[in-house]
């Protein structure tokens, strides 16, 4: 029996792709959730609905009416998430995972809305800054003003966090008016289709806003171009393929993407065991190997411990990953669920295997691990990994990525370092310092900036409210340099700026207020 | 004989390259000028000394430190400018031409030191915005920070302008302390030489601030990644080999592309002939047809006129390119010089023909001008030409650029119409539009505002002040999208901002005030 081809929605309609496409099964029990094909359906139709009505009917609205839709949209979600975490167990999630992709994913919708609506004009054009008087008779000035490009925004999602890394790209472009043809990754296709549909049953947003494509998309990036932008999370080396595309060399489409990288959290000098801070590092670290089985783009892949105290840090983790308990979402005591596939687990064992030849097991066999409430076989469960790399020179731990629930601890001595180690992931999303000693915090955040696009200080004072190492949030900058792909996301409303294109418009101050639909004085 | 092989200046010493390298001949005498050759020269060991040296040296000075050395630099060449000038006749360029580029290079070094004395903050780091509060209690908080890359800075600029298409990159480069290594283009890689050997004279920058390399860089893109900058003027083929490059597409250095464009400008349907907005609009396609003989990013190659007045706006053009004289830069009565090159001479006539063909010629012949005070045999010397093309919908005018003193007439019929063909360009750096009417400029203004990174309205309100369609300004962006490259650069202190890293940093109030040096309340 062939498996139900996953809808897509194009140009007004719900349409499946022909042929047998790629079979997607249940994480957890390996039955067949569905099949994903693209093919056979007209692209080209559904981006000349994006640019055509999609453009024009998000231009009636000014910002704070998008921000409006967006805030139905989300709304729409939230009244049927339920259905989301359902599906979400399919894919291997716990409820505590699921609320991270789904919740997650309609507050950070909900957070640009209100910046929006709060924040930019009731217009369909920002001017930024103020005028720069160019003439010393004040006749002549210049301005910036911010407007919508005359194209649409692919967005091609990750298969991690299929409602959240939806949303989180989603939002912003519609809210700069740019309409959108979102790609999921084929492993949790089926839970953003469903996504997909609810928004577009709840009539929030205007036609030709939002489009979906199940499956893949041969020929799309031949219809894009210079106003057109990309967003892409995933591996570096589609990045890399994507971003060599004509599309982006020759025809300047603008892409931005956020890949994997290698985070690492470090554990200040001052937290000895049992201080607060050392049962922080500990818990975060367990928290971030954990959630989503460690499928994580932010989660800690490089714990840097002081070298005096390797041995208590792999104690103390090694202690609570021992109760971690594997198996099927919402089982009985269940605190980790599956990887997202058998495949997925194949990948992970490898790169395991890569990083404990460079050092020695601490925690975890990768081929062994007790399963509650659903056969070990057929699911995609694999034990917590801990690794220990004495030799911290070794490439292994800041190069290779096991995109599980597997971590390396590292020994360093001194902040210059830890600087140094963190350096070598050359380039991460998120990276962290617990510690309770302001000066090595600074010496530490300052020395490792330029290497990342978020660094959490962790410390007694701010734990309880922290939202910990590995969640990005909608008000500050996603992304990071080199191996994280070079991109930015949200960051506040600098997201929705940087879907529009900048122009200094030049002329006399009459004119420019004129062009700004302000009054003249 | 064999030409003199022009120097780099790399790891702190002159240097020549080995071999023969490319010959450089005078544009105006056709004799040999130098030889560029960069063979057998350490890159290698440059980008070390960049890394090293360079980086940390920089580091030492807070913002405001750097831009005082960036003044002092530009004041050294201010003070040596008559050299310069001199040289650039030997490019073709005339008085009128040097000035746009010695002149507005210092001008344009002197902006960015001046604004970054006044804003940026006596330090190293940069914090953004306010801090966000991200949660109730008032314990956690985010705010981003702004801290130079670990890298450097690969500024490869275009022939037309190298003393300002040198600086606008560089200055803004060095203030945010990342240590530049300038590649000009080999036509007039001499005056680069020589305004860099006079800024290294000048003792104005730290040792491994600045190198310079004379000739091309093979394997150089190897030895860049994460937290490196490209920045690149010229050609938009070249632009999209160097952007597939494994150094920008695997390793995420940062790429910023300014290309030619098919600029336009627009005369309004109120400026007919006698109207003040009738003469600028022709007086500003002469000058922009004949600064630099036309060989400038941002000329106005596509003339948008009403259709009624196409007849007009030919024959007063056509006059005041009449009285254009054309000869050796300083010979007595020269208004326009030569193109950089016999070689450029052949692209410009080989694109010429392709425009006359889909139209019809209007003014000049382009293998006969009168010449003055040189030899018409032996220099790079070509007529202004303006070419009318009835049929817009045609490819030519919109695609074709000669780089030369070569401009296309187009007629049009409303502002509908007018943004269309303007967007035709499919994105350009510069437009205008030559209107004494508030309403048209909106329209138009607004309507291809996302194809352009600069707009100008022209009217007799703001001429005595305007610094016209072609002179992009260091307080106002310059770039475009699409054709133009998708980049961004100058725009005031977002130029230095675009060389820095963003990084958000999290954690309590005390942690953060820490990390930026400021007090603890």
Redesign the interface.
């Known amino acids: 029996m062939t498996a139900d081809v996953l809808p897509s929605y194009l140009a007004g309609a719900w349409s499946r792709g022909s042929g047998a496409g790629t079979e997607v099964r249940d994480a957890v029990t390996g039955e067949t959730v569905c099949a994903v094909s693209a093919e056979g359906l007209d692209l080209e139709a559904a981006v000349g609905h994006a640019r055509s009505l999609g453009w024009s009917e998000l231009q009636k609205l000014t910002f704070p009416a998008r921000a409006a839709a967006v805030k139905s949209a989300a709304a729409a979600l939230q009244a049927r998430k339920g259905e989301l975490y359902e599906l979400s167990a399919r894919a291997g999630a716990t409820r505590r995972d699921a609320a991270v992709d789904v919740d997650g994913g309609i507050g950070t919708a909900m957070v640009f809305a209100s910046l929006a609506r709060k924040e930019l004009p009731d217009s369909v ?1 920002i001017a930024e ?1 103020e005028p ?1 008087m ?4 004040g ?2 000035a ?1 301005r ?2 911010l ?4 194209g649409i925004a692919l967005q091609i999602n990750a298969f991690n966090f299929p409602i959240w890394g939806m949303l989180e790209k989603l939002a912003p472009a519609l809210i700069a008016g740019v309409p959108t043809i979102v790609k999921p990754a084929t492993p949790t296709a089926y839970l953003a289709e469903h996504a997909v549909r609810i928004i577009i049953e709840s009539g929030a947003l205007p036609e030709g806003a939002l489009q979906l494509v199940s499956g893949s998309i041969p020929g799309l990036f031949d219809l894009l ?3 057109d932008q990309i967003g892409f999370t995933g591996s ?1 080396q589609t ?3 994507l ?2 595309d ?1 599309a ?7 892409f931005n ?1 956020e890949a994997d990288s290698l985070n690492c959290s470090i554990l200040g000098p001052d937290a000895t065991p049992g201080t607060a801070e050392f049962e922080l590092f500990v818990d975060a670290l367990v928290t971030e190997m954990t959630v989503k089985a460690g499928q994580k783009c932010t989660a800690i892949r490089r714990a840097l411990v002081p070298a005096d105290r390797l041995r208590d840090v792999a104690e103390a983790v090694s202690a609570k990953l021992a109760s971690v308990v594997v198996g099927a979402p919402g089982a009985d005591g269940v605190t980790m669920g599956a990887l997202v596939g058998l495949s997925q687990r194949d990948d992970v064992r490898a790169a395991y295997a890569r990083l404990v030849a460079a050092g020695s097991a601490v925690f975890g066999d990768p081929d062994k691990v007790d399963v509650h409430g659903a056969e070990a076989e057929l699911g995609a469960f694999i034990s917590p990994l801990l690794v220990r790399v004495d030799d911290v020179d070794r490439s292994e731990p800041h190069e290779v990525e096991a995109f599980g629930p597997v971590s390396t601890l590292l020994p360093y001595s001194g902040a210059e370092q830890a600087i140094a180690l963190a ?1 070598r992931g ?2 991460s999303l998120a990276g962290s310092v617990v510690t309770h000693d ?2 090595f ?2 010496d530490v ?2 020395g490792m ?11 007694r ?2 734990a ?4 910990g190492h590995g969640t990005p ?1 909608p ?4 992304g990071g ?6 991109g ?1 996301e949200e ?2 409303l600098r997201a929705v700026r940087a879907h529009l ?8 101050p ?3 207020a ?2 700004l ?1 302000l009054p ?1 004085s």
């Open positions: 054009v800054d720069v160019l003439g010393r008779q006749t002549f210049g910036h003003v407007t919508t490009p005359r171009g210079g106003q570096a990045a890399a393929r971003r060599a004509a982006v060399t020759r025809r300047s489409a603008r993407a350096a050359e380039g302001p000066d915090a600074r955040v300052l900036a330029a290497y990342h696009g978020r660094i959490l200080v962790l410390d004072d701010s309880a409210e922290s939202t949030l008000q500050l900058v996603h340099p080199g191996r994280a792909g070079g930015e960051g506040g294109q900048r122009t200094a418009v030049q002329g006399s009459a004119v420019l004129a062009v639909g003249q």
